[in-house]
């Protein structure tokens, strides 16, 4: 899951870099796949990881970037 979730932040990088704007992108995933991308996203350790809670189902998850 590690991988398809770094290959899958690695295809929004590249859609974003294409457009050279900023752009809003919505993603609706379970919370292990939602851990794993602040893990990726923000270059979290291991330890790091672990300490991030589970979200609850349908909890809105606000991640800031600066992409412009």
Same mark, same amino acid.
């Given at each position: ?21 900023? @752009? /809003?992108?919505? *993603? #609706? ?26 979200? @609850? /189902?349908?909890? *809105? #998850? ?7």
């Amino acid at each position: 899951m590690f991988d398809r979730v770094t290959g899958f932040l690695e295809s929004i990088f590249r859609r974003i870099d294409n457009k050279r704007r900023s @752009e /809003n992108i919505v *993603i #609706v995933s379970h919370g292990l796949l939602m851990r794993l991308f602040l893990m990726r996203y923000y270059w979290l350790t291991v330890e790091q990881f672990e300490e991030i809670y589970n979200f @609850e /189902n349908c909890e *809105i #998850v606000i991640v800031s970037s600066s992409f412009a």
